[in-house]
């Protein structure tokens, strides 16, 4: 099973975080989503990096891992 991974500066109990799971599940049929964080300071990319670099495993490969920090928001 294909697994999506989410970092992102959202802040936990954001709706935002449940359209990026309904996105992406009908984007991508039979993947699985698993949220890393969603409380990265705002804007804070070294903050971000640090958790992806924990991520970089040998049993995590083959997954993707979806980094949304410091974007614009709309």
């Known amino acids: 099973m294909a697994i999506i991974q989410l970092i992102s ?4 109990g954001s709706y935002k975080i449940g359209l ?3 996105q992406l599940l009908r984007a991508f049929k039979g993947v699985a989503v698993v949220d890393i ?3 990265v300071k705002l804007h804070n990319i070294v903050e971000a990096s640090f958790i992806l ?9 083959g997954s993707v891992v979806l980094v ?7």
């Open 37 to 39: 964080s969603h409380d």
């Open 20 to 22: 990026l799971h309904s």
């Open 68 to 74: 949304n920090v410091g974007s614009a928001r709309r």
């Open 9 to 12: 500066d959202f802040q936990t």
């Open 53 to 61: 670099r924990h991520l970089i495993t040998p049993e995590n490969q």
